[in-house]
């Protein structure tokens, strides 16, 4: 049990505690540089949960900032009252105690978006597998792997780039176009799906279909034409060739209308 003349070192110690922890974070202190009655300055972080030591930022150098716990009896506002010794400019601190800042790793981020390849403007050579055929809405399926084989686009496609996919698509339209001009592609409106030679999306102005080839037969209108997604994956990796109806098929959506093939 303290005795009287221990009551005055009691109170001293209190009102130092209130002094320090009024602080607020970043207000720069004095701390007393352990083993010695000189003073150093830092940057006060915090209180610690006992309430006999504060969190002091000091610096092992001038690059190298740590957090150091100290007594708050070894603790006193910049400039607050004299005690022994002058105070320091910031300098060397000593090992013990030392707590190193917290390093967090950094936020992952989005891969970002895969480039679409360098339009090649070669025009596709005369593939024979894309010549007219009586019924030539019909499965073409020979076309479009004569295609694939000498088309500058199929690999990027294949990788999962969808700019390269519609690509290939007109590459396709083109070989059959040049047999039969009925051939084309279809336009799509802003807010579906459609494809320029520069980018894909939804909000793509006079946009065409990303994997469509389309076949408008004699006194049909615009939006009545024939075709076939000949993509199966089309923007993803592992994309492959197909005729996704051999039969072919009518759109009657007024929105998607025929078109030849752009030069």
């Avoid at 006194?219 to 109806?245: E, K, T």
């Amino acid at each position: 049990m303290p005795t009287l003349r221990h009551v005055p070192l009691a109170l001293a110690a209190l009102a130092v505690a209130a002094v320090v922890s009024a602080q607020n974070p970043g207000d720069r202190v004095e701390y007393r540089v352990q083993d010695s009655d000189r003073w150093a300055v830092g940057t006060f972080v915090r209180m610690l949960p006992e309430g006999t030591h504060a969190l002091i930022r000091v610096s092992l150098s001038a690059f190298v900032p740590v957090q150091r716990a100290i007594p708050l009896e070894d603790i006193r506002p910049l400039g607050g009252a004299a005690r022994p010794g002058p105070a320091m400019p910031l300098g060397p601190a000593p090992k013990e105690f030392l707590v190193m800042p917290e390093r967090r790793a950094p936020a992952p981020t989005a891969p970002p978006p895969m480039a679409a390849p360098e339009p090649v403007v070669a025009a596709v050579p005369a593939v024979p597998g894309c010549g007219p055929r009586p019924n030539p809405e019909k499965d073409r399926i020979e076309c479009v792997q004569q295609v694939q084989r000498i088309s500058p686009h199929w690999a990027a496609c294949q990788a999962g780039n969808g700019v390269a996919c519609h690509r290939f698509v007109r590459d396709v339209a083109r070989a059959l176009a040049a047999g039969d001009p009925r051939w084309g592609l279809v336009t799509k409106p802003r807010g579906q799906q459609a494809c320029t030679e520069q980018v894909c999306g939804r909000d793509v102005s006079g946009g065409y279909g990303e994997d469509m080839v389309a076949y408008l037969p004699a006194g049909h209108a615009p939006h009545q034409w024939l075709g076939s997604d000949i993509i199966g994956g089309a923007g993803a990796p592992g994309a492959r060739v197909q005729w996704g109806n051999p039969q072919g098929y009518a759109s009657n959506r007024p929105d998607n209308l025929w078109s030849a093939v752009p030069r």
